[in-house]
Structure formats: structure tokens, C-alpha cells
């Protein structure tokens, strides 16, 4: 039975949109470091809720890791995702300070 992953995406380290190869960096709840998720995905933004099903394995040169064999990801729905998704360059203009303002306004 494959383990699961479940957590915000911090950083898309690589993603090859050709065969869907992707290395993410997620934050997973209860871990203090970030968690690395490598699998095939169609597309992958910061900011993302990710479910990951698949197991631990150690890589000889980039240590412990979750190999994915099943990738979902959501749109963020809370104010740290939205803010990490706009700051991402998903949508062209937007960059880290304006999504932090967006964020800030709405919120209120």
C-alpha cells in the first residue's frame, strides 16, 4: 500500500514539460524541513496543494526522498498559498511584492 504526502508547494526545483518529470520542494505539516517530492506531473506552480501517493527511498546523491507515483495538485486556498502562487510568475505582471499586497487587501 503506497504512503501519501501531503503539503504546500514551496519551490518547483525542476520540471520538464516534455515528459512531466518534476522535483518539488513541499512543505508537509508536522516536518520541520521541507519534504523533496520527485514524479511526473502535467504542470506544477508554487504555492500548489499538493497529494502525493508513492514511497521513501534515499538517492545516493540527493539523499531522502519521496518517489511519487501518483501526483495531484490543487489551487492554494489559504493567504501563504495564494501569496507563494502569485509570486511564482504564474500570471505574467504579478511578481512577489503586488501578490503580497493582493493577498494583504483581501484578507481584510
Known sequence: MPETVNGLVERVT????????AVLKVKVKGRQDLVTVVGNTTSVTAGEHLEAAGRWVVDREHGQQFQADELKTTHPASAEGIEKY??????RGIGPKLGAKIVKIYQE
Open 14 to 21: 525542476y520540471h520538464n514539460p516534455e515528459n512531466g518529470f
Open 86 to 91: 502569485l509570486a511564482s510568475g504564474a500570471i
